[in-house]
């Protein structure tokens, strides 16, 4: 299933995960990292690997601005070098650990696993919904960690025709493949719009909305090269009017004010490979109602984890069969709803393509 992209940001850990007490170990895209806060607050991520004898150095402590290695207590500044070694006033040359940039915005923390000089804050999505105030944020924590290839993920998401199968307990319906998908793409993104008209409302979508009668639903998924997932999702009572691939915005609740009889939420994904077979998957869901509700909050942080915990008992049983059978995803059979995932795979080989 190929290489990694380096040249782009990954969601490496929540800002929360990441303290001034204790260092957190975290392999992306084959490497491990340890990551820690120094006294200024400023996140940094190292090679989870002492250079003396490769102890990982997240079994040491933070002290202030460096890391201590927990075996011989060599210590690491946030640029990787060895600045101190105990019992002895020379630090060897070549004494360091490789480095890596980081970000922390839209409260998740961000690693650049490629040249340190093309690092771009402005080549991350635009997540501000995390922070707006007009937004009531709930984050999946901890990550999951699924035993698949990253892009299973990114095919997942850009297909909601599965919910009609994996999710009728809470957010899908028999209905949803009954409705046409339309596919666009910009150099970097692909984008999938699917309106699923006067049909009864999910489980969950009655509960949050209300519904007694048939809904109008759209599904809007973005995703963007490699593997940043937004997933706008919401609902208004049947009869709006809307047409194969209009732009929800054209229906949705307007800023300042949230239309009475409807509802939106933004589900904002970042899915960072681990290992080739295995995936790191930040997920959070941004709402526009019921913000100070702390019930809400509950019913969103239990039920969407219950539902994303269907898609990672499917996720990890394709990955043991494809691992099992040696398949190759030009062996796999394609369907109309593959068009978006099959968009992006393509965009993603021709950009690690274009890194080589
Ligand atoms: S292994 Fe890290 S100081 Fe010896
Ligand atoms: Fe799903």
New binding site residues.
């Given amino acids: 299933m190929g290489p990694f992209l380096k040249n782009t940001w990954y969601a490496a850990a929540w800002n929360h995960e990441v303290s001034v007490d204790s260092p957190l170990a975290r392999r992306i895209l084959n490497e491990p990292l340890v990551l820690f806060r120094d006294t200024a607050g400023k996140v940094v991520a190292l090679e989870d690997r002492c250079c003396h004898r490769h102890l990982p150095l997240s079994q040491g402590k933070v002290l202030g601005d460096v890391l201590q290695c927990g075996y011989h207590g060599l210590e690491f500044d946030a640029t990787g070098n060895c600045v101190a070694v105990p019992g002895q006033t020379r630090v060897p040359p070549g004494s360091r650990v490789r480095s890596w940039p980081v970000i922390e915005k839209y409260q998740y923390i961000w690693v650049w696993m490629g040249d340190a000089d093309k690092a771009d804050e402005s080549l991350l999505p635009d997540w501000h919904v995390m922070d707006d105030p007009d937004w009531a944020v709930v984050k999946g924590d901890p990550p999951f960690q699924i035993p698949c290839h990253y892009e299973l993920f990114n095919d ?2 850009l297909d ?1 025709s ?2 009609a199968y ?2 009728t307990k809470n ?2 319906t028999v209905a949803v493949p009954d409705f046409p998908i339309v596919t666009t793409k910009t150099a970097n993104t692909v984008r999938m719009i699917r309106w699923i008209l006067d049909s009864p409302p999910a489980p969950l979508y009655a509960h949050f909305g209300g519904f007694t009668d048939n809904i109008d639903r759209w599904q809007y998924a973005e995703a963007m090269v490699p593997s940043f997932n937004t997933v706008r999702v919401g609902c208004l009572p049947a009869g709006c009017g809307a047409q194969p691939g209009d732009h929800p915005d054209n229906f949705s609740p307007k800023s300042g004010g949230r239309n009475a009889q409807g509802f939106e939420f933004y589900n904002l994904n970042a899915i960072t490979p681990e290992t080739e077979s295995s995936t790191w998957y930040f997920y959070a869901h941004s709402r526009n109602f019921a913000q100070d509700d702390p019930n809400m909050d509950e019913e969103f942080r239990h039920e969407l984890r219950a ?2 915990q ?2 990672v008992d ?1 996720l990890a049983a394709q990955q043991m069969n494809m691992a099992r059978h040696a398949h190759d995803p030009k062996d796999w059979v394609d369907i109309n709803v593959d068009g978006p995932g099959l968009a992006l795979r393509k965009m993603v080989v021709d950009a690690i393509s274009a890194e080589h």
Avoid: K, P, S, Y
């Fill in positions: 997942n998401l909601l599965h919910l994996v999710h957010i899908g539902a994303f269907e898609d499917i």
